[in-house]
């Protein structure tokens, strides 16, 4: 065996090593931030109505690399065609507000070793993928009344066969960790849930037509359904929203968290 070999086993055990005897341990906390919501009431991510989220985290690490994340979030959603730019968005007229509980389930990946306690490896950039269950409920204003639109199937859908608010959607997580002192740290993360279902805003395919809704669900689902400022938009199976690509909401947050586990102390030689 030559001297490279042995160099290269002598690092790949040392590797080994050093897994085997990473700290593990439990890490609870409490984030606040911001929610953000992407689709057909926000085709250009403006960020004039951006809410209010928080949430509590349980995270479990493995070792100082990986670790899995659970959270139970909530964020204020919504989205107002009278903010956009878009010519035909502004005509269209349309808004929603919704609140989103959320549970989120993520696997992480620390790209620097990270130790609670350390004086040098003590903070590190880390990614998460994971997966989202949520539910949603957009409402919208008529005069000084708030509607919860599913309840009035404002694209036509018949009784029964309106869309679930319970959904689900994959989530990438993105942020830097670091230590306050051995017990506690900040997290700062951004948060996107790409979701399968396109009616996080109540639109997604045409307008239907308004005498069927009527007599299906009476006049304020006929109002709810078009609010546009121009006769030429809300015509029967004319573009409401894009169907083809479903809706997105984000969160942005600062988290602090308390670690429960144990701090391993280095093995002390027999020789």
């Known amino acids: 065996m030559n001297i490279k070999k042995a160099i290269f086993i002598v690092l790949i055990f040392q590797s080994l090593q050093g897994t085997v005897m990473a700290q593990k341990g439990y890490e609870l906390g409490g984030w606040l931030?911001?929610?953000?919501?992407y689709g057909d009431l926000n085709t250009s991510i403006n960020l004039k109505k951006v809410g209010p989220a928080l949430g509590l985290n349980a995270r479990y690490n493995f070792n100082n690399r990986l670790g899995v994340k659970g959270s139970l979030n909530y964020g204020r959603i919504g989205g107002n065609d009278d903010l956009s730019t878009n010519n035909f968005e502004r005509r269209r007229n349309l808004d929603f507000t919704s609140n989103v509980f959320d549970f989120t389930g993520v696997g992480e990946f620390n790209f620097?070793?990270?130790?609670h306690g350390s004086k040098i490896e003590n903070w590190t950039p880390y990614?998460?993928?994971?997966?989202?269950?949520?539910?949603?409920?957009p409402t919208?204003?008529?005069?000084?009344?708030?509607?919860?639109?599913?309840?009035?199937?404002?694209?036509?859908?018949?009784?029964?066969?309106?869309?679930?608010?319970?959904?689900?959607?994959l989530t990438l997580?993105?942020?830097?960790?670091?230590?306050?002192?051995?017990?506690?740290?900040?997290?700062?993360?951004?948060?996107?849930?790409?979701?399968?279902?396109?009616?996080l805003d109540d639109v997604s395919t045409v307008y239907t037509d308004p005498n069927t809704?009527?007599?299906?669900?009476?006049?304020?689902?006929?109002?709810?359904?078009?609010?546009?400022?121009?006769?030429?938009?809300?015509?029967?199976?004319?573009?409401?929203g894009n169907s083809r690509d479903n809706d997105t909401y984000v969160f942005i947050g600062l988290s602090l968290m308390r670690y429960f586990g144990d701090i391993p102390c280095p093995k002390l030689s027999n020789n």
Do not use: C, M
């Open 173 to 199: 997580t993105g942020g830097i960790k670091w230590d306050l002192n051995r017990d506690w740290s900040l997290n700062a993360e951004f948060s996107l849930r790409k979701i399968f279902t396109d009616y």
């Open 140 to 169: 919208s204003k008529l005069g000084d009344e708030r509607y919860h639109l599913r309840d009035f199937g404002t694209e036509g859908q018949p009784l029964g066969e309106e869309y679930l608010l319970i959904n689900g959607g």
């Open 33 to 37: 931030g911001l929610a953000q919501y």
């Open 112 to 115: 620097f070793d990270y130790k």
């Open 213 to 240: 809704l009527r007599a299906r669900r009476g006049d304020i689902a006929v109002r709810l359904a078009d609010k546009s400022l121009d006769d030429r938009v809300g015509s029967p199976g004319t573009q409401r």
């Open 127 to 137: 990614l998460g993928l994971g997966f989202s269950v949520f539910r949603f409920d």
